[in-house]
């Protein structure tokens, strides 16, 4: 059964804006709530997930870098994955920072971040993933400008 799920940040929720956007323009998109550290916040990640193919990961901050790793881990179960300021510069800490997958992934990041940096980002992204479009953007790290005016119906399907 395929789906589509937004994945939160290290210290967001699923009551954020941005999960609330999700709930309000797409009903069906999954968005629990995540605590704890990487290895419980994957473990509820994959237990949601267990009976699921054809995924669209939405994931921001350190949703992103959860993301990353299911796509790294699950590659034939996931569609793609949508990466927001993803934390996906910690890859190298965690036993997937050698990995590559051929998923499509999109990455948008402000070049104002001040939580994590572009630079990196980007070097860790074409690392990563060979199916890649990023875009930087005019924005923050919780892109305030830029997240609501996505083209979030040609991403999400």
């Known amino acids: 059964m395929s789906c589509r799920i937004?994945?939160?940040?290290?210290?967001?929720?699923n009551q954020g804006t941005k999960a609330l956007f999700f709930r309000q323009n797409y009903p069906d998109m999954l968005t629990p709530h995540?605590?704890?550290?990487?290895d419980e916040r994957m473990g509820k990640l994959e237990a949601?997930?267990?009976d699921?193919?054809?995924?669209?990961?939405?994931g921001s901050s350190f949703g992103g870098l959860m993301?990353?790793?299911?796509?790294l881990e699950k590659e034939e179960r996931v569609k793609k994955v949508i990466l927001l300021a993803p934390a996906i510069n910690l890859m190298a800490a965690t036993p997937y920072g050698e990995r590559k997958t051929a998923v499509p992934a999109w990455v948008y990041h402000g070049s104002q971040d001040e939580v994590i940096d572009i630079r990196e980002v980007q070097k860790a992204a074409e690392r990563l993933f060979s199916n890649l479009r990023f875009?930087?953007?005019?924005?923050?790290?919780?892109?305030?400008?830029t997240f609501k005016t996505?083209?979030?119906?040609?991403?999400?399907?």
Do not use: C, N, Q, Y
């Open 6 to 13: 937004f994945i939160h940040g290290l210290e967001s929720g």
């Open 34 to 38: 995540f605590t704890g550290p990487l």
């Open 48 to 50: 949601v997930l267990s």
């Open 52 to 58: 699921r193919t054809s995924i669209v990961l939405v």
């Open 67 to 71: 993301a990353s790793i299911f796509a």
């Open 135 to 145: 875009h930087a953007v005019e924005d923050d790290h919780f892109l305030h400008k």
């Open 150 to 157: 996505m083209p979030w119906d040609r991403l999400l399907s």
